[in-house]
């Protein structure tokens, strides 16, 4: 058993999701979103820390780590969990960031997920992206949505990650998990062979540069579903994100085999639930609409915010909307609401009326 593997075990029994490593400070585990130290650990001394991560790192991997400062892999835990893994270097020696990867692949019912992203799945084809900050769990919504396919359709299903997260059984489906390096050198080399490959849903972990992001409208233009993500907020920001990424004198050409190829962007961001005992998502959703491969055409994203407000009906919905709706519910806070509201004026009231309740409560807990 690897050291490590007591750290790993920690996390899975708190229920956190990433563990934080560094030379000279106490091991560290987010939970919940917040980070707190390991009860009973003490710091780990650079040499601790190294000997720790080379007991699960291939002797090529420790090389290119030791070469480059940085390094990316999976790790499992056989029967319990998988994880995301990153060593870097840093200024008081080595450091290394786990993300935790469950298991068990989530249902669209567990995840509480709209019924607009849930119909994603059953869409023949074009461009679906979901999008959001690191860790707001859009792997989490893709591997649910990959599962309903898999569980529904008799489809051939690629998915082209760095590193593989989510390790998909053949239900349904035939499913080929290709992971950047290891299976294929990169996102756009196996984009490219895979339109080759009678592929019916293509799964691109990460759209980082113009060719990727070229391979994949292409794709869904020729007749696959296409999912992708982007660390954007909203459906605005992450059409000028695609559009930006090619020079200006082939913006036009893209934003017209865009428009005709998206089919939905959902921007996704985790909150604390109220109870404090977990998290959950709120979602902003777009839709395709006649008017919108029209709107993306012009680069008049502007109108976007127009489009989703009058799609309300067909299962779209705004950000603030979203926060509005899980606020109602009682799931999330006000004040964890006004945190990632646009529209803060909306929130304020109500996050000042549950500060004022909290000051005047009686402490139940007395020191």
């Known amino acids: 058993m690897a050291?490590?593997?007591?750290?790993?075990r920690y996390l899975n029994e708190q229920q956190g999701s990433d563990l934080h490593l560094l030379a000279t400070r106490v091991p560290r585990v987010r939970i919940h979103g917040q980070l707190t130290d390991v009860e009973g650990r003490d710091p780990l001394s650079n040499e601790e820390l190294e000997c720790m991560l080379r007991e699960i790192a291939t002797p090529q991997q420790w090389d290119e780590y030791q070469r480059s400062g940085d390094l990316d892999f999976a790790w499992a835990l056989p029967g319990e969990c998988r994880f995301r893994v990153n060593f870097l270097?840093?200024?008081?020696?080595?450091?290394?960031?786990?993300?935790?990867?469950?298991?068990?692949?989530?249902?669209?019912?567990q995840l509480d997920l709209p019924q607009a992203v849930r119909d994603l799945a059953h869409l023949e084809r074009g461009l679906v992206l979901v999008t959001g900050p690191t860790g707001s769990g859009k792997s989490t919504t893709l591997a649910a949505i990959v599962n309903e396919i898999n569980e529904?359709?008799?489809?051939?299903?690629?998915?082209?990650?760095?590193?593989?997260?989510?390790?998909?059984?053949?239900?349904?489906?035939?499913?080929?998990?290709?992971?950047?390096?290891?299976?294929?050198?990169?996102?756009?080399?196996?984009?490219?062979v895979t339109i080759r490959q009678d592929t019916d849903v293509i799964l691109v972990g990460e759209m980082r540069d113009m060719e990727t992001i070229e391979l994949a409208i292409t794709?869904?233009?020729?007749?696959?579903?296409?999912?992708?993500?982007?660390?954007?907020?909203?459906?605005?920001?992450?059409?000028?994100?695609?559009?930006?990424?090619?020079?200006?004198?082939?913006?036009?050409?893209?934003?017209?085999?865009?428009?005709?190829?998206?089919?939905?962007?959902?921007?996704?961001q985790l909150l604390p639930t109220a109870d404090g005992e977990g998290r959950c998502a709120?979602?902003?959703?777009?839709?395709?609409?006649?008017?919108?491969?029209?709107?993306?055409?012009?680069?008049?994203?502007?109108?976007?915010?127009?489009?989703?407000?009058g799609g309300m009906n067909h299962g779209m919905c705004s950000m603030d909307d979203s926060l509005a709706g899980l606020v109602k519910k009682r799931k999330i806070t006000a004040t964890a609401a006004l945190s990632k509201a646009k529209d803060k004026k909306r929130f304020q009231f109500q996050a000042q009326q549950e500060q004022a309740a909290e000051n005047a409560a009686p402490d139940n807990h007395p020191h």
């Not at 050291?3 to 790993?8: C, G, P």
């Not at 993300?99 to 669209?108: G, K, V, W």
């Open 89 to 109: 270097r840093q200024h008081l020696g080595a450091a290394a960031v786990f993300r935790i990867i469950p298991e068990t692949i989530l249902t669209f019912d």
């Open 152 to 192: 529904h359709y008799q489809k051939h299903i690629v998915t082209i990650e760095d590193p593989v997260e989510f390790v998909h059984q053949n239900k349904q489906c035939t499913i080929s998990q290709r992971e950047v390096e290891q299976d294929t050198r990169s996102f756009s080399d196996a984009l490219r």
């Open 282 to 309: 709120a979602h902003e959703i777009m839709l395709r609409t006649n008017s919108l491969p029209n709107i993306i055409r012009e680069g008049n994203t502007t109108m976007l915010v127009s489009v989703i407000q």
């Open 3 to 8: 050291k490590i593997d007591e750290l790993f």
């Open 219 to 268: 794709a869904a233009e020729m007749g696959s579903l296409v999912f992708g993500t982007l660390h954007t907020n909203s459906a605005t920001k992450t059409i000028d994100r695609l559009i930006d990424a090619f020079p200006a004198s082939r913006q036009e050409q893209i934003r017209t085999t865009l428009a005709d190829s998206i089919c939905a962007i959902v921007s996704q």
